[in-house]
């Protein structure tokens, strides 16, 4: 596994502690190992576009987003939203994975199109059971769409 | 209410107007009928006048024929006696007679001068006479010749049937003047008859059109007086209207002057009515609505109706007066007619209310922006509170996992009662937030049934349960989510707290609705409390009984009591230590189903 690998998920994740927790998890599992974590939204943006930062990235677009909700500049949802928008990013899968179980966000990501919402348990057990299952389910058990020749 | 009486005035009016005339016409026609009678009567007794002359003259006629043939005996017995002895004085009586006879004669021919069949009767009588006197006057000339007894023989030889000539002739213009007579008399007596019966019909129809006329005018002396009775009426219920009347009353000219004002206005402004007529309305009103009424007042002018105009009067003590006017302009009499009400206590209530809803509206503002600030305290809350705990909790099982063997069994133990205050501390963010969401949740009533509701959170509830018993619950109004969730708090909280009491636990469920308030009773029989703590109970974070005994974060009764609030009911607890509990909430009864 090389860094040309195509990379599998990329969490977007400004507490350094929730990303540390939840590579922890998906790597310890096995669940996925080529991981990327930004740690905001203009970030992600740059990343999944190549753009700044991230220009000479070549491993291509993930598999999977983890999206936190409230993160500093651009929060998960003007991600999700710009996302849904682009044509080369519209298929990747979005996880939303936050504290917040308000029924306002809640509303606001599926309207935009988020692919499912998950609120982080307080239990660090149920915390990493959660993941495992989100990680084994999109990023193992899912069929991506083939990616847009565009 | 004006109408019909208009209407009824109207056919009133020409009722009478009918029957004026009808009398009218009826007493002209009594008055030509007396007129042509009087004149028929004036012409009848011309006539009668005449035919009494006629008939006069007709006597005159005879009595002087008569006349002439005594004067003509006289003669013939003058003559007669000259010849029996010669007697001269005889003589000169005869001549005497004839004399008296011939002026007789002229004066019957006189009297008969337009009857030409007497004229020639009575010419002949004169001839006759005259006749008669030559030979009287050729017997006297033989009697002077020849001896009085020749002269008698030759009388005899003549003399008897000369005279008798005369008499039949006199008789024969007697009887022709008898017939004038009596066909005068009959033509009397016709006219009589003639003028008796006009008298009588003429006399008979002019009463009859009188009494018609008479009746005619009866009635439209009835119905005059029973119209000015009515107007009489009206003009009282207008006049005790405008005089009683509470409403201001007013009658003004086009041009704005007051014309008429009824009593209320003194009792309303204090002014005396007198000092008001005449005068400009606009000279009372507030200087901020003459515009207004200005513009009110010309379009009144131009036909339009005045509805609910509002403006301000000047009273007495120089305080204004809020009117609400309506008005009428009649433009053909030119003149307004407008009746207004005083509305200021009205009106300083509406800017107490307003003043009230300004303030309201700023409470509710503040209200909002409190709630406002709650939901993104709670927000906050929610994401920021939980992912420090998430990190503890995590960092912790992280350092168990990696580190577990070598870890001594007191750092085992510290960090276990880490992991567990943070199980805590999520459940009380957890309540905390569902306390602010059924505080502001917006409620949705609706009929709710309530032993349903209960049954169903019982699935809410942790096994092994007690036995509990759902008794018939009336439905109430309210909302059924936040309802839902006081039975599971309630429940949950009995079931706890009996749990000590193991098989016999048991938990009781009842209620009644009364006068239009349902009351809910949850009743157990577990560990009861003091009700001396009574007042701590639905406080937030408040519990009456060790957290190692009994779990929980005290937040389920205030979410218990702030929905019940929500809902205009009351809740309330009796209990006594080791006696069980029980928990009664009232809202309101469902209103009834429509048939």
Known sequence: ?150 | MIEPDETRMRAGLDATRRARRRSLVGAFVALALLSALAVNGWLGNQRAAATRAAVAHSHAVLRHTLDVESAFARMANGHRGFLVNGDAAALADRDAAYAATKARLDDVLRETRDNSYQQARLARVATLVDERYAQMRAIEAIAARDGLDAARAHFRSTGARSGDAVRAALAMARAHEDALLRQRDRASARDTAMLDRLLLVGTALAFLVLVLAGLALLRLLNRTEAIGEELRRQSQDLHSLFRLSRDLICVSSLDGRFLRLNPAWERTLGLPVAQMVGRPFLEFVHPDDIAATRAETAALAEGHETVSFENRYRDADGRWRWLLWNATADREAGVIYATARDITERKHAEQRIDALNVELQGRSQALEAANKELESFSYSVSHDLRAPLRHVDGYARMLVEDAGDRLQPEDRRYLDTITESVRRMGALIDDLLALSRYGRKPLEPQRVDMAALARDSLRDLQPPLPEIRIGALPAAQGDPALLRQVWSNLLSNAVKYSAPRGDQACVEVEGEAVDGVARYRVRDNGVGFDMRHAGKLFGVFQRLHGEDRFEGTGVGLAIVQRVVHRHGGEVRADAAPEQGATFTFELPAATPLAA
């Not at chain 1, 710009?82 to 509303?107: A, H, N």
């Open chain 1, 1 to 150: 596994m090389n860094q040309y690998q195509h990379v599998e998920i990329l969490l977007v994740e400004d507490s350094s502690a929730d990303a540390e927790m939840t590579l922890r998890t998906l790597k310890k599992r096995g669940i996925a190992n080529d991981i990327d974590w930004v740690k905001d939204g203009v970030e992600a943006l740059e990343y999944l576009r190549c753009e700044g930062a991230w220009a000479d990235r070549r491993n291509g677009l993930p598999r999977l987003v983890l999206l936190d909700l409230k993160m500093p500049r651009m929060d998960g949802l003007e991600v999700l939203r710009k996302l849904k928008q682009d044509p080369r990013t519209r298929t990747i899968p979005v996880v939303m994975m936050t504290s917040s179980r308000e029924e306002g966000d809640l509303v606001a990501s599926y309207s935009l199109g988020v692919n499912s919402y998950i609120v982080k348990p307080v239990d660090f057990d149920s915390f990493a059971e959660t993941v495992a299952q989100v990680g084994m389910y999109w990023v193992l058990a899912n069929q991506t769409a083939p990616a847009p020749t565009a």
